[in-house]
């Protein structure tokens, strides 16, 4: 088999033409289908994320299949498929015979970064079509395009069984040293916000509604579009905390202030802890904003502004939240017994131990946070390398360029 630069060199030297995505590819809009309509089966359902909603028992693309996301968080996130697939809030992009599938893939995931670049509506932003068709692609011969590939492939297939032997050794060491360093954190967290000894200082009590004005979340009428296009207001969910953390400044979906009720926002530095569905979960939300209604939002009192320290709240939110786990309603949906939680009783020590407090708190968490969040450079690496590599295979000469 002819090597790369061999094929370049016998059937393109002089270049290759480049030409827009939209003159070579058909884009293709899946159908609409919701999960309370689908019919039980094995076939994907690909809708604006990154992984299949659910399944359905019919397909609406069969062989090889170019995916990108319609809406959502992942919208513009390109996939490829070889397995029947049903579309719904996506599209397809096939190419004409000009072009091999798989290079047409490669190519899309190389610019990945200038399709998410395309996204409109800061509500629920979308991805179309006619965005991608603007952007020009090269058309090398075939055999070119085959045999790169056929590198892809193989490098893909290298890069991911390396990675995964690399993260497997490196997560039995990570997973032992985090569970040691939450251990710690939880340790002298318990007993530093147990106030059974704090040298002979007196701690005021207070019943949670003493101490906080409380709100429930909601969600604004998805029915309603000036609710949600072009919206900036932050509106959280379980999934920002999943993926951003307990400290959130900005939210995966926004609303406009249409959609805000009485126009009221829950104000910066207040809280959101989950007290129906996944129960116990916190936030400290430092921007005024807005949250569904799985969400109680915390704001401490203004009698109690200088009383206490917003990151001593946060770090006895940790109690609150196993409290909570313990003290639900399970009559129909899952929720914290509110009349109870309102009696609760929170501590406010002095401002010198609550500092004190937060000082040790916030060193054990920054070990533990510094240990979450490096991805180990050999992995990055890996990645970068491989991102590199295919997009020095995928670039090439203009035709009768200089």
């Keep these: ?61 069969t062989g090889e299949t170019i995916v990108v996301a319609g809406s959502g968080a992942y919208a513009g996130y390109v996939s490829y498929w070889t397995i029947p697939v049903f579309l719904s809030d996506s599209f397809s992009v096939q190419p004409d015979n000009r072009l091999v599938v798989k290079f047409v893939y490669y190519y899309l995931k190389n610019i990945q970064q200038k399709i998410f670049a395309t996204k409109k509506g800061s509500g629920v932003p979308h991805v179309h079509g006619s965005s991608i068709a603007k952007f020009e692609i090269p058309l090398p011969p075939i055999e070119v395009q085959i045999e790169i590939v056929r590198i892809l492939d193989k490098f893909t297939s290298l890069e991911a069984e390396l990675e995964a032997e690399l993260e497997a050794e490196l997560e039995a060491e990570l997973e032992a040293e985090l569970d040691c360093r939450k251990r710690q954190y939880e340790y002298y967290r318990d007993k530093l916000l147990s106030f059974d000894n704090v040298g002979g200082q007196e701690v005021e009590w207070k019943k949670m509604s003493e101490v906080f004005d409380m709100r429930n979340g909601y969600t604004p009428s998805k029915a309603k579009a000036e609710y949600w296009e072009g919206g900036t207001i932050p509106w959280f969910r379980m999934e920002d905390i999943r993926e951003k953390g307990r400290i959130l400044s900005d939210s995966i979906q926004h609303i406009t202030m249409e959609g805000v009720k009485k126009g009221k926002l829950f104000p910066a530095n207040s809280f959101i802890l989950a007290t129906t569905a996944t129960i116990g979960e916190h936030a400290l939300v430092i921007a005024d904003s807005l949250a569904n209604q799985r969400f109680t939002n915390l704001t401490v009192r203004k009698s109690l502004s200088d009383s206490l320290l917003t990151k001593f709240v946060f770090h006895y939110m940790f109690i609150v939240d196993e409290w909570c786990k313990k003290n639900i309603n399970v009559s129909g949906f899952a929720s914290v017994d509110m009349n109870k ?44 390398q491989y991102e590199h590599y295919r997009d020095k295979l995928l670039t090439f000469k203009r035709k009768g360029a200089a």
Excluded: W
């Design 341 to 384: 939680f309102k009696k609760l009783e929170f501590p406010i020590p002095s401002l010198e131990e609550q500092h004190r407090i937060v000082n040790i708190l916030d060193r054990f968490e920054s070990l533990t946070t510094s240990l979450q969040s490096g991805l180990p450079a050999e992995i990055t690496a890996r990645r970068q």
């Design 1 to 61: 088999m002819k090597n790369l630069d061999t094929l370049i060199q016998e059937l393109c030297p002089e270049g290759v033409e480049f030409v827009k995505l939209g003159e070579c590819c058909t884009f293709k809009r899946g159908t609409t289908i919701t999960a309370k309509n689908a019919i039980a089966g094995d076939v994907p359902v690909l809708a604006g994320g990154q992984k299949p909603a659910y399944y359905h028992n019919v397909s609406n693309r």
